[in-house]
């Protein structure tokens, strides 16, 4: 059996060409960018091709690009650099209450530091409003921290928006931009930000390679300490395969990204409203225009996401769930509960993104598959039996 993947929010396939741009870098050219002869001047040299490119992607200066080990990375710094930068002047920031672990965690730390930190709620789509955030900064306020697009439900976020309330107030802004670099337009001058965070596998890149965008003239501090390669701002030898496989990624994103992104929202749509036809009770979770091309996000009544998922795979079928598992609990989603959801549907949600090598074919065979394995589970579940 053929198995369809439509978790490309999760991660997605390196690009075939990705790859060929990376195997030079494995053997060839395997030299310390740091060491000042030949082999270290080209991996220099590739590096600084490659920053071009994804400087290109969002708009930036090449200057304003720091490699990272990923998105992860990428969010500590800019929260953790700002916030211990600028403690003299204050100690409040602002985020959501949707954004994901790698910016939650990390003002979760930071709060434990001494640092206030003030999670705004969102409607029922998921939307942070503009207004909450102006209304939230005070004279303290350092960093406000909204993410592009969310992982979960897909909807896009008024960053211009807020950007300008960040302007007014001469508030650091930075945006988790992890799933919509590559995927729609991201210039960080129309978005207002200061800092912008990136990951290469979820645009065709590899895994473990990021990039923190820093607008020249904002203040933060190192979160690797070492050497003094990225200009001192990111020590540790460069992951050039890595960085060069980004650079690829980001080159091969440009051209293609309107129209793929058209593509995919009339794929996305055609889901969406065949599973809404096959399916009785199911909800769309997330913004029903203002979301991303690629993301179905559904709740299901009286049925578990996991559930679902385990007998989609056995189909053959790769999807995701909103839902985390832990290993003593099943934890419903924070982002579905923090939209409104009840335990129970936030339980029963469901995730499919899609992406470059998704068919008109690999829909139909959800949408084939989708209604007889809700039947089957809403026949066991005890929740419909109450009903
Ligand atoms: N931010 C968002 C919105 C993400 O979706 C992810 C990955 O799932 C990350 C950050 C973390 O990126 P990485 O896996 O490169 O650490």
Not at 84 to 108: D, L, P, Q, R, Y
Not at 202 to 222: D, E, H, M, N, S
Not at 252 to 280: H, N, S, V, W
Request: glycine share 8%; net charge negative; with cysteine.
């Amino acid at each position: 059996m053929e198995r369809i993947y439509l978790d490309y929010a999760a991660t997605t396939p390196v690009h075939p060409e990705v790859t060929k741009a990376m195997l030079p870098y494995f053997t060839e050219v395997f030299g310390n960018p740091s060491s000042i002869y030949a082999d270290g001047l080209e991996a220099k040299e590739a590096i600084e091709e490659a920053r071009v490119k994804v400087a290109k992607l969002i708009g930036a200066r090449d200057e304003e690009i720091v490699f990272t080990g990923g998105g992860t990375e990428a969010d500590n710094f800019a929260l953790e650099g700002v916030a211990f930068a600028n403690e003299s002047k204050g100690n409040h920031i602002i985020t959501s209450s949707i954004e994901h672990h790698a910016v939650m965690e990390t003002c979760k730390f930071l709060g434990k530091r001494g640092f206030k930190i003030t999670y705004l709620p969102v409607n029922e789509y998921g939307i942070v409003d503009p207004d909450s955030v102006r209304k939230a900064i005070t004279d303290k306020t350092i960093l406000i921290s909204i993410m592009h697009a969310n992982n979960e439900v897909g909807t896009i976020e008024p960053i211009a928006e807020i950007g300008r309330v960040a302007q007014e107030a001469k508030v650091y802004f930075h945006t988790d931009a992890v799933q919509t670099v590559g995927h729609i337009p991201v210039d960080v001058n129309e978005l207002g930000v200061d800092l912008l965070s990136m990951s290469a596998h979820k645009l065709y890149g590899p895994k473990g390679v990021g990039a923190l965008y820093i607008r020249k003239g904002t203040k933060l501090t190192p979160f690797m300490h070492g050497g003094d390669q990225e200009r001192n701002r990111r020590a540790s030898t460069e992951n050039v395969p890595g960085i060069v496989g980004f650079g690829k990624a980001a080159e091969l994103a440009l051209p293609e990204m309107d129209q793929e992104a058209q593509r995919l929202t009339g794929l996305r749509d055609r889901l969406i409203k065949g599973l809404q036809e096959r399916i009785d009770r199911i909800h769309l979770n997330g913004h029903p225009a203002n979301r991303l091309p690629n993301n179905v996000n559904v709740s299901i009544d009286f049925v578990e996401g996991e559930s679902i998922l385990l007998n989609l795979d056995l189909e053959g079928i790769s999807a995701s769930t909103g839902s985390a598992c832990t290993s003593s609990s099943l934890e419903p989603s924070f982002v579905l509960l923090a939209m409104g959801l009840s335990h129970e549907q936030a339980h029963g949600s469901l995730r499919f993104t899609l992406g470059k090598w998704t068919t008109e074919e690999d829909i139909n065979r959800v949408l084939e598959v989708s209604p007889g394995v809700i039947t089957k589970l809403r026949a066991m579940s005890p929740l419909m039996k109450n009903y």
